[in-house]
Structure formats: C-alpha cells, structure tokens
C-alpha cells in the first residue's frame, strides 16, 4: 500500500521507522517546518524530516496543510493512507478526502479519554493506572473519529510523561503498523467512539504547572512528572525558578520527620520537601539558566539553610 506519513516529533520516529521496515511503500513524508530553538536560535529539522531524509524519502514541509502546492503535490503521490503521529497541525477537508482509505490517527490515549495535544501528560496527572494508544480514522473534529485498534500500557509510579511517551510510541508504531495491514486485507472497520468517558487534554502550558505545595503530596508529585521533561513543573527558591524534573513521594519517621508546605531539608544525598499530607524526595532539579542536574548536587551547591523553603 503507498502512504505517506506525516509526523513531526520524537514521538512519531517509531512509527515511521517501523513502516519504512514494513511491506508498506512510503512515497512521502509530511512534516512541520524547521524551526528555531535553544539559546542561539538556531533552525532545527524536526526528528522525522530527519529520518526520511536519510531514507531517502521526498518530505513535505508546508506552512499550512492547505497550501495549494502541497495539495497538489499529495494528489499527485496518489497515496492509499495517510498515517499520522503527532503532525502538529490541523488537517483541512479536501486534505483529508485525497487518500482513498482516509488519514489513519495514532493518539496516545485509550480514546475517547484525553483527546487533545498532551493525552500523555493529563493522564499522569489525572493518576490514571493505565493509559494506552489508539488508531482512528481522522476527521475535523478534535480525535473524534471511528477506533480501529487499542494497545494498553500500565503507568508505572515513577513514570514521568517522557518515560511513558516513549513506551507508547514503540508500541503505537506497532499497532499502526497491523492497522494499515488490515486495512489493506480489508479485514478491519472502525468503530463509533463511546459519548461516555469523554476527556480532554489540551497543551500545557509554562504556567499551567507552577507547583503549590500547599496541595495533597500525591498531587503534586503526579503533576511533576507529568509536566517532565516539558514544559516543566516549577517552583521558586530565592526568588529565581526552579524545575522539578523528578520527584518521588517519601517515607517519614523519625529520621526524616514530616516537613510543612514548601519547607525544605538537605542530607548530603536527598532533598527532601513538603506538602499536604505528605513529604516529597526531589530526584532532578533545573534551576534557571542551567541544565537538570542531580537535586542533592544541587542543594550541595547552593547550600540550603534551616528555614528556607520553595516556593516564596
């Protein structure tokens, strides 16, 4: 069967690695402009457009799905299916109707929970147990389309949404992959999403994920590690931000006595902060202006005193 992919970030290497090793033809590859990131602002090719590239793959880079150039340049590829991992824009109709078997969706949620742009993130958050993948046929409202296959995968309590992210793309790149066999042989039709148990997960944003330690621990923990590793859960300390990368929640007992909201305690290899209810241990820190970096080195070198706490 012809396709063309279209993907844009790590996410979606799986999936596009494991169709250029499958019985597939991929003809095309669809991805976001370059575009400029890090202190230099430099122009970056997105993951995908880099692994077709060395593929030897053509890669579609339009500003808008609706640009006429690239409309007719997708016509004329003559694609079966369109498989999309995390693309990033918005599919017009007239886009959607060019290949004859339809845009083939893999979303990381069991949908109709977490439709949206962060499904990952707000189901770590949430405190879901298990979370997992789906195909679906797309159309122009928001992952609301007939479900061709489900993979399931248990969150685990360490879990950050880069962790699980990442088991779910080696996983959805396999169930994408028997999506579009079967669609082929024929041997597969979707079926209508439930209207019960509908969620959403919209981006999150930089202040969406300000830590208030004057929450339950087991909250703020779950909104660490789903904000990890971006945009970040952050905190203050000495007026400057702090991310939390990691954290775990904490045993307390005499040794290690229950601490108030935001109040912070040092050993010389765990930190520790409270919250309601419980203590957190901070695992991986990223102050201002610096890279993530171990939290004990950090509180070594910035040398914490009997009192200070985070978060003002």
């Known amino acids: 069967m012809r396709v063309v992919f279209a993907g844009t970030p790590e996410a979606a290497v799986p999936s596009l690695s494991a169709l250029l090793d499958s019985a597939h033809d991929v003809v095309g590859v669809i991805t976001r402009p370059d575009a400029r990131s890090g202190r230099g602002r430099k122009t970056f090719a997105s993951p995908v457009r880099r692994v077709a590239e060395d593929a030897g793959v053509e ?21 079966d299916a369109c498989p999309v991992v995390a693309y990033g824009a918005l599919i017009p109709r007239d886009v959607l109707d060019v290949p004859r078997l339809g845009w083939i969706n893999l979303h990381f949620s069991l949908l109709p929970a977490w439709r949206g742009a962060a499904p990952v993130q707000h189901a770590l ?11 679906f046929l797309l159309e122009e409202g928001l992952d609301t389309g007939p479900v061709f296959g489900t993979m399931t995968e248990a969150v685990r309590a360490t879990d950050t949404a880069g962790d699980l992210l990442e088991r779910l793309a080696e996983g959805g ?8 066999d079967a669609l082929e042989a024929g041997e597969i039709t ?7 148990g509908v969620s959403l997960a919209p981006k999150i944003l930089v202040e969406d994920v300000q830590i208030d330690w004057k929450s339950p621990a087991f909250a703020v923990d779950r909104r660490i590690r789903g904000a990890s590793p971006a945009p970040g859960a952050w905190t203050t ?50 102050p201002q202006g610096k890279k993530g970096m171990v939290a004990a080195d950090w509180a070594r070198g910035v040398r914490i005193e009997e009192g200070e706490r985070l978060g003002g």
């Open 59 to 79: 890669v579609l880079t339009p500003t808008k799905p609706s640009d006429p150039e690239f409309v007719a340049r997708l016509r004329e590829l003559a694609p």
């Open 125 to 135: 958050m949430a405190g879901d147990d298990v979370t997992g993948a789906s195909t």
């Open 173 to 180: 790149a396999s169930l994408l992959v028997k999506t579009l």
């Open 190 to 196: 979707p079926v209508a999403q439930s209207a019960d």
């Open 237 to 286: 300390f000495r007026g400057e931000r702090l991310k939390v990368l990691r954290s775990t929640l904490a045993v307390t007992d005499e040794a290690n006595p229950p601490l108030a909201a935001g109040a912070l305690r040092a050993t010389k290899k765990q930190v520790f902060v409270g919250a309601v209810g419980g203590t957190l241990e901070l695992l991986e820190v990223q």
